[in-house]
Structure formats: C-alpha cells, structure tokens
C-alpha cells in the first residue's frame, strides 16, 4: 500500500553500498537491499516486542523474532571494517544495471 519512494527499477538495477575504512583503507561492499531486508526483519520484531499489532504478519514475525539478534549481528558486520572492526568509514551508493 506505500508508495515505492525509490525511483529505480529494482528489476533493472542494483544498489550497493561501497565503505571505505578511514583506517585501514579497506573497501568493502554491501548490498542496499540485503541491508534493507535484514533491518525491515529487526524492524518487524521490535514490532512484536511492543505487543501493538503492526497490521501484519504475526507468524513470520514470531519466527524471525528468533532470529533477530542473529540479524541485528549481520548487520552489525555488514557496517564495520571486516579487516580492522571500525565503523569510521566512508560511504557511498553506487548503481549498476542487472545483466
Ligand atoms: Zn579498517
């Protein structure tokens, strides 16, 4: 029922996020929509937690409820330096077209 905010095609394209650490000068990747994806699933249990009824799903709730702490690790990870564990990094979107 929202409206998709987002101007491109997910079909067509894909947003990644590209980090580089301050420190070290690692560069690593990260998928938008992975990221959107996991965060939407600690989202839903927060949800949960509240005990309000959030208009949705409660099974799939209660079952990533399990497996939210796991989640908020990913992405945890996902948004520190895998070589050095920091979080000051620099971050831009790139875009590229599906093949
Ligand atoms: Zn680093």
New binding site residues.
């Given amino acids: 029922m929202s409206p998709k905010s987002a101007k491109l095609d997910s079909k067509k394209y894909v947003q990644e996020y590209k980090r580089k ?6 560069v690593w990747h990260s998928l938008v929509s992975r990221e959107k994806e996991i965060g939407g699933n600690v989202k839903l249990n927060a949800c949960v937690q509240a005990s309000t009824a959030c208009g949705g799903n409660l099974g799939a709730a209660t079952q990533s409820k399990r497996n939210v702490e796991s989640q908020q690790e990913l992405l945890d990870k996902l948004r520190k ?6 979080r000051n ?1 620099a971050e831009e979107i790139i875009i590229y077209e599906k093949k």
């Fill in positions: 650490c301050r420190e070290c000068k690692k330096c895998p070589s050095c564990g920091s990094y």
